[in-house]
Nanobody, 120 residues
Framework: QVQLVESGGGLVQAGGSLRLSCAAS????????LGWFRQAPGKEREVVAA????????TYADSVKGRFTISRDNAKNTVFLQMDSLKPDDTAVYYC?????????????WGQGTQVTVSS
């Protein structure tokens, strides 16, 4: 069982930055691909960014390319999402996820989510 705990959400003005962190409870997190998803009110959950455990390749949603950066520290069992140039449309609950498939169409573990609110 993998437990994922997100932190770093909050309220920020448009144009600002936030850095989300996701700490995993398991020492073998490095075998999983990791991703950040988000869900806004009334919308479906969508993938924002993901990073492979083999080679560290990344993928981003078109809406966040050039503004968000995903990274991981396997030694610290942590994955990060640096969010810059935030827009009101980025407002959502952000979830950390771990899975063994790529792309991350099948998720094995979810975090509890952290709220990100961007004011205009």
């Amino acid at each position: 069982q993998v437990q994922l705990v997100e932190s770093g959400g909050g309220l920020v003005q448009a144009g600002g930055s936030l850095r989300l962190s996701c700490a995993a409870s398991v020492r073998f997190l490095s075998i999983y691909n990791l991703g950040w998803f988000r869900q806004a009110p009334g919308k479906e959950r969508e993938v924002v960014a993901a990073i492979r455990w083999v080679g560290g390749g990344t993928t981003y949603a078109d809406s966040v390319k050039g503004r968000f950066t995903i990274s991981r520290d396997n030694a610290k069992n942590t994955v990060f999402l640096q969010m810059d140039s935030l827009k009101p449309d980025d407002t959502a609950v952000y979830y950390c996820a771990a899975g063994t498939t790529w792309p991350m169409s099948s998720i094995d573990f979810w975090g509890q989510g952290t709220q990100v609110t961007v004011s205009s």
